[in-house]
C-alpha cells in the first residue's frame, strides 16, 4: 500500500499499472468465489464438480480494471500474453471493452492523462476538444 501512495506522489505518471491489476484481479475472484458459491447451490466447491473457474473471473478482472483506468484495451492483449491462456481471450475481451466503454462515458481522462494535467507536464491534447462535431 504504501509503493502505492509513492506512485501516486512521483512526478511522473508511472508506477500505478500494478497496482489496479492486482486490485481487478482481486474483485474478479471474489466475484468468481461468489459465482461458484452459488451455482453449486451453497455446498462446499470441493465436494461437487462446477464449472466455474473463479481464476478466470480474476483474469478477467484485471484486465478490465486496468483497462477501465488506462482507457486502453491492452490490459486484454497483455492478459492473454502473461498466462497463455488463450481459452480466456474473448471473455477478457469482452469485460475491457464494457469497462473501457462505460470509463470513457463520462468524458473524463484516463488516470495517467489526468494525472499529467493536474501535475502540468506535457500531454497530447483531447481530440474531442480539438475537433469539436
Not at 447451490?41 to 484486465?63: E, I, K, M
Not at 468524458?107 to 483531447?126: G, V
Request: charged fraction near 10%.
Amino acid at each position: 500500500m504504501w509503493m502505492l501512495v509513492l506512485a501516486c506522489t512521483l512526478p511522473l505518471p508511472a508506477g500505478y499499472f500494478m497496482p489496479v491489476f492486482i486490485y481487478g484481479a482481486a474483485i474478479g475472484r471474489l466475484l468468481g468465489e461468489g459465482v461458484a458459491y452459488m451455482s453449486s447451490g451453497g455446498r462446499v466447491l470441493g465436494q461437487q464438480w462446477t464449472s466455474v473457474n473463479p481464476g478466470g473471473y480474476a483474469l478477467a478482472g484485471a484486465a478490465a480494471f486496468s483497462g477501465a483506468v488506462t482507457h486502453t484495451l491492452s490490459p486484454a492483449l497483455l492478459a492473454a500474453e502473461l498466462t497463455g491462456q488463450f481459452s480466456h481471450a474473448l471473455p477478457v475481451l469482452l469485460s475491457t471493452l464494457v469497462a473501457n466503454a462505460l470509463a470513457r462515458s463520462r468524458d473524463r481522462p484516463s488516470f495517467y492523462d489526468a494525472l499529467s494535467i493536474s501535475k502540468k507536464l506535457p500531454h497530447l491534447p483531447s481530440l474531442k476538444k480539438a475537433f469539436p462535431q
